[in-house]
Nanobody, 125 residues
Framework: QVHLVESGGGSVQPGGSLRISCSVTGYSNIRFCGAWFRQAPGKGREDVAV???????WVVQSLRDRFTISQNNAKNTLYLQMNSLRPEDTAMYYC???????????????????WGQGTQVTVSS
């Protein structure tokens, strides 16, 4: 059974940085796609970033200059490094995973069936 647990969220001042993590278990010897999504108060959940087993990554264009997705395959852990944080980055951040298939990793929450509970990131002075 696949299980995802996020950690590392918290409060940070505007301009600050934060790295959140996601421990992924249940994909023994199976390549998987990892992703981050976020949901701000009163808004729908939106794409943030996706990464495949080889480390090929994609970050939504609006965040590309500030956010980086990475992974530690040995530890089955996903990371999202967030720099120059802004109040509008305040959201619940979710990690998600799915088995990687031929054609690579899709973008879009509808393609991911395994989700964590989320970690709150608040950017405020």
């Amino acid at each position: 059974q696949v299980h995802l647990v996020e950690s590392g969220g918290g409060s940070v001042q505007p301009g600050g940085s934060l790295r959140i993590s996601c421990s992924v278990t249940g994909y023994s010897n199976i390549r998987f796609c990892g992703a981050w999504f976020r949901q701000a108060p009163g808004k729908g959940r939106e794409d943030v970033a996706v990464i495949d087993n080889k480390g090929n990554s994609w970050v939504v264009q609006s965040l590309r200059d500030r956010f980086t997705i990475s992974q530690n395959n040995a530890k089955n852990t996903l990371y999202l490094q967030m720099n120059s944080l802004r109040p509008e980055d305040t959201a619940m951040y979710y990690c998600a995973a799915r088995e990687e298939q031929v054609g690579g990793c899709p973008k879009g929450q509808e393609f991911f069936g395994n989700w964590g509970q989320g970690t709150q990131v608040t950017v405020s002075s």
